[in-house]
Nanobody
Framework: QVHLVESGGGLVQPGGSLRLSCQVS????????MGWYRQAPGKQRELVAV???????NSADSVKGRFTISEDKSKRTLFLQIRSLKPEDSAVYYC???????????????WGQGTQVTVSS
């Protein structure tokens, strides 16, 4: 019923840029925190950036100054603008949303299927 679909990944050269998007669809009452995680082969999934509801934006030290997270609430879409890509940025990027489907319901976390980002010359 609730789906998160990422797009925008692909193969890029070092120093290039990408914009990832995550569109949320389904029967939703309210979306709270949304953010991005990434996972490289053999590594733990790590937080990239997050937009808390009513809070300040947080991002990992490894991406600060290069990654910008934003959202279009009316379109229920989350973005991640990436510049100056490095090979170590290569990973599957996952979008998540903490949302409430109904007024009386509780908040639950939903994940997208992930989009591959590969940085290579």
């Amino acid at each position: 019923q609730v789906h998160l679909v990422e797009s925008g990944g692909g193969l890029v050269q070092p120093g290039g840029s990408l914009r990832l998007s995550c569109q949320v669809s389904g029967s939703i009452y309210n979306i709270g925190t949304m953010g991005w995680y990434r996972q490289a082969p053999g590594k733990q999934r790590e937080l990239v950036a997050v937009v808390p509801s009513g809070g300040s934006i947080n991002s990992a030290d490894s991406v600060k100054g290069r990654f910008t997270i934003s959202e279009d609430k009316s379109k229920r879409t989350l973005f991640l603008q990436i510049r100056s890509l490095k090979p170590e940025d290569s990973a599957v990027y996952y979008c998540y949303a903490n949302l409430r489907r109904t007024y009386s319901g509780t908040y639950s976390t939903y994940w997208g299927q992930g989009t591959q980002v590969t940085v290579s010359s």
